[in-house]
């Protein structure tokens, strides 16, 4: 069995707070500012995603977009 994990994140009512402070600091919605307090609690360091106006930092998490492709000269 192949794994696409290695760990599984699951959103906990312990991380409401986290995600309420993120929600109004960085202007994200919602159920984008949990999924970001709780990769920021259990030390995710890059998030891949098209959303959230990335590329970006949140505090020590860095937000790709994997579609953008960087301009080469």
Not at 42 to 71: C, H, Q, W
């Amino acid at each position: 069995m192949e794994l696409l994990a290695d760990v599984i994140l699951l959103p906990v009512s312990a991380v409401w707070h986290e995600a309420e402070s993120l929600q109004q600091s960085h202007g994200l919605s919602f159920w984008d500012s949990f999924l970001v307090a709780v990769c920021i609690r259990d030390g995710v360091k890059v998030l891949y995603t098209e959303e959230m106006g990335s590329p970006r930092t949140i505090e020590t998490l860095n937000l790709v977009n994997p579609f953008l492709v960087a301009a080469t000269p």
